[in-house]
């Protein structure tokens, strides 16, 4: 059981407080609720850009790292299509310096054109680097606008091509701070060494005085139900073949994602799972093959993915994965495997909560979803699905009509 307590303040920012003494640390965790998802498809790659303008300096704060290294504090931040995510963590005796730092940028980021070109310039050179020059660094650039027609996450969190990033202006810049990094937007999460009472007195000092902002509703244009099988083939400079299968899964908060969560863990979940037992060790079809879900917020993406050894053409490597998939549709997994997928859950989930850092992103991630306390009975969920449930979502999941498949062959 996490514990915690929470309140909100006058402009709507939600804090939530895990006490926990045991440590001398705290965290500072930020999430805003916005990621590539809520970009307009003419300037995608923002919510990412953004996430680095953030450590750019704010208007009383020249440089962020500095204040925060004196204090013997860390920082970072990721951003997803459904999230951006700061968080601090440094003695507890320091804490206020975190909610001195992570205000002054909520409420005044300086957006200066030197600070826009330095960050634009850091991520176009992310954009090479990570998506364009690495061996199948382009999939998921590939994939996404196979798997969605018409909902946002058609692009990936670096955005769909670099123009978009290199004619970033700094008035769209803004209006896009404007629009989501409010205090209505965002939940606060502060676990560690601290008590209530002060974090109270703290976040009304240095976060109340920000104005609300402007309540962002979303309307995001939904992906319809898929009824077609698509395929792509390029031929790259990649190391070996690779075969991509990707399904349409139902989101996040849709009761299907535990029954899907644990089929990617029987698939793919280490050497005992069925793909790499199957495929790599016994048929030795693979070098590797993994098995993965995005749970994303709205529609996501399950994912079958393998490099097929080098004499094995990729229609023997896709066909055998096929055979996989479709024995879970026909045959009911045994008690003993489910049970072993749902014991390894248990115990990564358990091991999760021992990391404070961990603990507050998991408070925050469910407060989003929306209530913190989820987080207390997500293992339950797990726990109750049954063999039949398993084999009702792989029928309504592994459907060639429900299914995009992308293959690199090597040139």
């Known amino acids: 059981m996490v514990k915690f307590n929470r309140f909100t303040l006058d402009n ?32 995608t790659g923002f919510a990412h ?60 980021l300086a957006f200066s054109e030197k600070s826009l070109e330095v960050q634009r310039n850091v991520v176009i050179e992310e954009f090479k680097q990570r998506y364009l020059n690495q061996p199948y660094g382009d999939v998921w650039l590939r994939l996404r606008p196979m798997v969605y027609k018409q909902h946002p996450y058609r692009w990936d969190t670096i955005g769909k091509n670099i123009d978009h990033i290199e004619n970033a202006k700094i008035d769209d810049v803004k209006a896009f701070f404007k629009q989501h990094y409010t205090p209505q937007n965002a939940i606060m999460v502060v676990g560690g060494d601290v008590s209530t009472e002060r974090v109270k007195q703290l976040a009304e000092k240095w976060f109340g005085p920000i104005p609300p902002g402007e309540k962002y509703h979303r309307n995001l244009p939904q992906e319809p139900t898929q009824y077609e099988e698509r395929r792509e083939t390029v031929t790259a400079k990649v190391p070996l073949n690779d075969v991509y299968i990707a399904f349409q899964m139902e989101s996040r908060l849709n009761k299907a994602f535990y029954p899907v969560e644990l089929i990617s863990d029987i698939l793919s979940r280490g050497n005992s799972s069925r793909l790499y037992r199957s495929l790599v060790k016994e048929k030795h079809i693979f070098s590797e093959v993994h098995a993965y879900m995005t749970g994303n917020l709205d529609k996501g993406m399950f994912v079958c993915e393998g490099k097929p050894l080098k004499d094995i053409p990729v229609e023997v490597a896709e066909a055998a994965i096929w055979e996989e ?38 408070l925050a991630y469910y407060e989003l979803l929306g209530d913190a306390d989820k987080l207390n009975h997500e293992i339950d969920k797990f726990l109750e699905v049954t063999p039949q449930q398993i084999q009702e979502e792989a029928t309504k999941l592994f459907r060639k009509d429900n299914s995009s498949t992308l293959i690199y062959l090597a040139e």
């Open 49 to 108: 850009l953004f996430e680095h303008l953030m450590f750019g300096g704010s208007v009383n704060i020249p440089v962020y790292d500095e204040p925060l290294q004196r204090v013997g504090g860390e920082n970072n931040a990721f951003t997803s299509n459904d999230i951006t995510n700061y968080y601090i963590t440094l003695p507890s005796s320091n804490l206020e310096t975190a909610f001195w730092l992570e205000s002054d940028r909520m409420l005044s």
């Open 12 to 43: 709507g920012l939600r804090v939530i407080v895990h006490e926990d003494s045991t440590t001398p640390m705290a965290v500072v965790n930020i999430l805003y609720d916005v990621g590539s998802r809520d970009e307009n498809p003419e300037q």
């Open 325 to 362: 998939l479709e024995k879970l549709k026909t045959t009911a997994v045994p008690e003993d495997e489910l049970t072993k997928v749902k014991n390894k859950t248990e115990s990564t989930m358990i091991f999760s909560e021992m990391s404070l850092l961990d603990k507050a992103m998991n």
